[in-house]
Structures are given as C-alpha cells and as structure tokens.
Nanobody, 122 residues
Framework: QLQLVESGGGLVQPGGSLRLSCAAS????????IGWFRQAPGKEREGVLC????????NYADSVKGRFTISRDNAKNMVWLQMNSLKPEDAAVYYC???????????????WGQGTQVTVSS
C-alpha cells in the first residue's frame, strides 16, 4: 500500500518552531517531488514548499519565505518541513504530497498524507 504519513504537528507559541516529517511507505521517494500544503478552516488548500527529487526547493507561499525550509533524505525515505518563527496565521492542517515534479496546483499530486494539525497560539 502506497502511503505518506505526516507527523510532528502540535501546539506551539507564536515565534516557536516545529519540524514536520513526511514518511513514505510502500514506495520509494527517490523519483518524486514532495510538496507541503496547508489548509486552514474556511480557506483553500495552499502550496507552501516543494522539493524536487534532486533536492531543489521551491517556495510557493511568500508568507513563509525566510521562515520555512524543506529538506529530504532519500535513504531514509523522508521529507521534512522546518518551520521557524511561527505565526498564528500559520495554523492549519499540513499535508505532504508526492508528484513527479513540483507544481503549485494540488491536483498534480498523486499521493497524499492524512495531514497533521499545527496550532499557533499563546
């Protein structure tokens, strides 16, 4: 069974940090780009960052530039989203998804995780 599983979400104070993980099972991530998306209540799903199969990162959300970074380790079949200087507006369910290339549009992504909740509040 092909599956992506996110972890690492939780409650953090404004200005804090979280590191989200995306683990693949049933397939290898080597040939896939991995995108992180987020969706807050009442809002559309938004692309945050994407990393290509070769490790090149692409930022889709101007609001996270300089605060969020994406990385991967193909040997571990893992991708991470490091989130620093978190703001209340970063609160959302965060999803990782796999595609052959990095795309802004979510419909290009074939495999999705179930999401992990990030809450930013004092």
């Amino acid at each position: 069974q092909l599956q992506l599983v996110e972890s690492g979400g939780g409650l953090v104070q404004p200005g804090g940090s979280l590191r989200l993980s995306c683990a693949a099972s049933g397939f290898t991530l080597d040939y896939y780009a991995i995108g992180w998306f987020r969706q807050a209540p009442g809002k559309e799903r938004e692309g945050v960052l994407c990393i290509s199969s070769s490790g090149d990162g692409t930022n889709y959300a101007d609001s996270v530039k300089g605060r969020f970074t994406i990385s991967r380790d193909n040997a571990k079949n893992m991708v991470w989203l490091q989130m620093n200087s978190l703001k209340p507006e970063d609160a959302a369910v965060y999803y990782c998804a796999a595609s052959y290339h990095c795309y802004t549009e979510s419909y290009y992504y074939m495999y999705w995780g179930q999401g992990t909740q990030v809450t930013v509040s004092s």
